[in-house]
């Protein structure tokens, strides 16, 4: 089993920023990906940014440019920078990890951006 725990989001003004965390705990394999997808009222879920052991990086080419994910390996602990944020990335945001063919994922974080 893997546990994660999100922290950061809330109620942020268009063009504003903010930072979402994940860390991964339990049976960390060593080669994974960890990242977050996101949600919308009435939509799919959908790819926002992932991030290999190796900083491998995949982004959602609607948030290339303004969000950066990077990752903190010995502690598994990977962390999402959004800035220029508009009132479109407003979503629940959830981690997700992914490693030995297994994944899991995170509880969700609500992310609202005003207009």
């Known amino acids: 089993q893997v546990q994660l725990v999100e922290s950061g989001g809330g109620l942020v003004q268009a063009g504003g920023s903010l930072r979402l965390s994940c860390a991964a705990s339990g049976s960390i394999f060593s080669i994974n990906y960890i990242g977050w997808y996101r949600q919308a009222p009435g939509k799919e879920r959908e790819l926002v940014a992932l991030i290999s052991t190796g900083d491998s990086t995949n982004y959602s080419d609607s948030v290339k440019g303004r969000f950066t994910i990077n990752r903190e390996n010995p502690k598994n602990t990977v962390y999402l920078q959004m800035n220029s944020l508009k009132p479109e990335d407003t979503a629940v945001y959830y981690c997700?990890?992914?490693?030995?063919?297994?994944?899991?994922w995170g509880q969700g974080t609500q992310v609202t951006v005003s207009s």
């Open positions: 997700y990890y992914r490693g030995g063919a297994r994944s899991y």
